[in-house]
Each structure stands twice: as C-alpha cells, then as structure tokens.
C-alpha cells in the first residue's frame, strides 16, 4: 500500500513531519511499534485555523477537519519511522478536543480522523480510540491526537511472470 499515493487520491496532501514544540520526539519505533507524539492541527507550521473552544469558539465542524489534519501529521510523523518494505497499521487513536464544558460530541470532532485513517490505510486503518474532552490544549488548539502504530511489510501482488506490483 502506497500511503503518499492513496493521500494523493483524496485530493489531500501528506505534510512533512510536524517539528517538535518543544523537547520531544515527533515519533519513536520499539520494534514493530511506532508511537506518535500528540500532534495539533497545524499546516505547514500554522494551526491559528483551527484554535478555540468547540463550540463556542470553532465550529464542531472545523474541529473535524482540524482532526483530519492532525491524522495526517501522526501518518507523516510514523513514516519517519518505517524502513523499506513496510507499511503502516494504525492501532489505537487517542483523541483530545478543547470543548466547553456542555459540549459532548468528542466522538463526532474524532470521526473527522477515524474515517480518514481507513479512507487512506483500508482495513489497517480501523484502530481503538479514546475521545477526550479537555479545559485547555497546547497553543490552544482546538484537537491534538496521538497514534500508536504497527509498522508491517507491505503486500506484494504477483500479476504475472517478471511483473510485480505493490499492493
């Protein structure tokens, strides 16, 4: 699977890894595991698209797209991590929306990047997930996620004698 290329195919673009805010790594690989530090909804180094309190202060509709993006930037942040040959699952989701204290839809803001996972990785991209509703998010975005994923070989598909293509 050709992740960059499925990325292209929903009109979207596969950003550079995001740059740490602060001392961290972006992305760290123990064995097949790759576990992605929170990543916010920034593009190109610019998340002020997508800052507030959902509701009050971004549309819940905005927070998923800012969520869309924030996938994007864990995928972008794995693919760091992979060495020739390997592809990526997503395992588990964890999900974070600044949120006023009566709004409930966290789940709704995160579907924004469940369906994109699965858009872009197929069945590898169904994963576990945790939707969080906080007072307050770095920067103050309004979402920041966090992925943990299986690094695994990439499919190979034989379609004829000297004629192999990726699957």
């Not at 123990?30 to 610019?46: A, E, H, M, R, Y």
């Not at 797209?65 to 864990?74: P, V």
């Not at 600044?98 to 839809?105: G, N, V």
Request: glycine share 8%.
């Amino acid at each position: 699977m050709d992740i960059k290329k499925k990325v292209e195919e929903l009109a979207l673009t596969l950003p550079e890894c995001p740059v740490p805010l602060a001392a961290y790594v972006p992305a760290t690989r123990f064995g097949n595991t790759i576990i992605v530090s929170g990543q916010l909804p920034s593009v190109k180094g610019d998340f002020s698209a997508y800052t507030g309190t959902i509701p009050t202060e971004l549309p819940a509709e905005k927070a998923t797209e800012a969520a869309r993006i924030c996938l994007l930037n864990n995928i972008a942040a794995a693919m760091t991590q992979l060495q020739h040959g390997e592809t990526l699952r997503l395992v588990q989701m964890q999900g974070f929306v600044q949120s006023a204290p009566d709004f409930h839809e966290q789940p709704a803001v995160l579907n924004g990047a469940s369906d994109l996972a699965v858009q872009i990785l197929g069945e590898a991209g169904k994963h576990a997930r945790t939707a969080v509703g906080v007072s307050a998010l770095p920067k103050n975005a309004a979402v920041e996620i966090s992925c943990t994923f299986e690094a695994i070989p990439e499919q190979v598909q034989f379609t004829g004698r000297m004629n192999w293509i990726e699957g």
